[in-house]
């Protein structure tokens, strides 16, 4: 079952009435020239495990996407996130990553004319020109690959187009910034040699890599190996929020050197110092009311759903009164990568799959019209909302596939 993971500045549920925020005629026409690109997306998850369909139209679902949401919020593309974790993995995370790609597979089959397997940047062009999601795919944890660079290739043939080097916890060649202060793991400080072999293979391929979620030492030891531009999917600035998962100015400045990009999350926690402090106050209380609603459930011999655990989450948030982070705390964060990195630099990874980590405003992909409404209240140009909505992702996608057809085939250890 899907459960909050405490880490650095705290994610957990939150409820509350969507911030009133009215989205002009100008706003609607700038998304709808967009390409707008969430650059991470959790919902395969429950396409796997809770047989989520991405078609459905219940007003009670609270995942972030739906086709319909989609098309509300007028968003083009999703890096859908195949993440891997040793705890629930049962020492299989291939295998794991394998069935959570083909549950993405198994969703543009459901819905052919609404959704497309987009491998590239023209992939992603044309899914848009009919009307249709883009569906990238991007791995969470390089645990997936279980040290093996054939694996590795597998999946970008499979669709693969980044890798998250980590994810909460340190793996065999990548440290975690999730553990780095635990002083019972042990630590590679940095990458160890076969992790600069992978983003070595990861360069030659095309595939991204991507450093949200990797320790500050293994952030230096990429940044000395790549040649190719990197991005953070799902990361915010360290200066507003001091999280470990953030990205101090240094480290947004090294990104844009690569020409690279920072995909800012919606997720309060990162954003907002305020109310990840008041976050850290509530978790625990939450944490262990659901826990009692749970146990009575099972006690009385009734099936709980994860479904059940989202809605008693929200149900509780709602009548303890807990806020949400506001709006003002996204953009500002966008205005400091920006002002850090540059206008080229910087786009949108919501890193939800469900409207209980997100903003004031947003309580799901059918909101994102909100923050280009945002940004235009910001006094940016249209030209340079379009590069945040996905026009400099889209830009990262197609320089990093700038390979020869032969490489994508073999490497000098096959």
């Avoid at 891997?84 to 990553?97: F, K, T, Y």
């Avoid at 987009?118 to 009307?131: G, L, N, R, T």
């Avoid at 795919?137 to 279980?146: F, H, L, M």
């Avoid at 978790?283 to 655990?309: C, F, N, S, W």
Wanted: aromatic share 6%; with cysteine.
């Amino acid at each position: 079952m899907f459960r909050i993971v405490l880490v650095g500045p705290l994610l957990w549920p939150l409820f509350a009435a969507a911030q009133d925020i009215t989205v002009s005629s100008r706003a609607r026409a700038i998304q709808a020239s967009a390409i707008v690109i969430d650059a991470h997306e959790d919902t395969p998850l429950r396409f796997h495990d809770d047989h989520y369909d991405i078609g459905t139209l219940d007003p009670r679902d609270t995942d972030f996407i739906s086709l319909d949401k989609v098309r509300r919020g007028q968003l083009g593309a999703v890096f859908f996130s195949i993440c891997v974790d040793p705890e629930d993995d049962d020492g299989h995370p291939a295998r794991r990553a394998m069935d959570l790609i083909d549950s993405v597979y198994g969703q543009t089959a459901l819905h052919p004319k609404s959704m497309a397997i987009s491998m590239s940047a023209e992939d992603v062009e044309h899914a848009h020109a009919q009307h249709a999601l883009a569906a990238l795919i991007g791995i969470e944890g390089g645990d997936a690959i279980e040290d093996d660079l054939h694996l590795l290739r597998d999946f970008y043939r499979l669709g693969v187009r980044y890798m998250t080097l980590t994810h909460t916890h340190t793996n065999l060649w990548a440290d975690s910034s999730g553990d780095i202060n635990d002083s019972r793991i042990a630590h590679h400080e940095g990458l160890t040699g076969f992790g600069r072999q992978v983003v070595a293979e990861m360069n030659r391929l095309g595939m991204i890599v991507d450093v949200s979620h990797v320790s500050d030492k293994t952030f230096w030891d990429v940044m000395a190996v790549t040649k190719r531009p990197v991005i953070a999917s799902h990361s915010a600035a360290r200066a507003l929020v001091d999280s470990p998962r953030n990205l101090t100015d240094e480290m947004l400045r090294t990104i844009a050197k690569t020409g690279g990009v920072v995909g800012v999350p919606l997720v309060g926690s990162f954003l907002d110092p305020n109310f990840a402090s008041a976050a850290y106050q509530q978790h625990q209380r939450m944490l262990a009311a659901a826990q009692e609603y749970e146990d009575r459930r099972e006690t009385l011999g009734e099936k709980v759903a994860p479904h059940d655990i989202e809605q008693f989450e929200l149900l509780w948030l709602e009548k303890n009164k807990i806020p949400r982070a506001p709006m003002k705390a996204l953009i500002d964060q966008i205005d400091h990568i920006v002002m850090v990195a540059g206008i080229d630099h910087v786009g949108l990874g919501s890193d939800s799959n469900g409207r209980d980590f997100l903003v004031a405003g947003i309580d799901s992909a059918a909101d994102l019209e909100k923050i280009t409404q945002g940004l235009l209240d910001r006094g940016y140009r249209e030209v340079d909302i379009r590069k945040i909505l996905g026009g400099n992702l889209l830009r990262v996608l197609r320089e990093a596939m700038k390979v020869s057809p032969e490489n994508t085939n073999t490497s000098a250890d096959d």
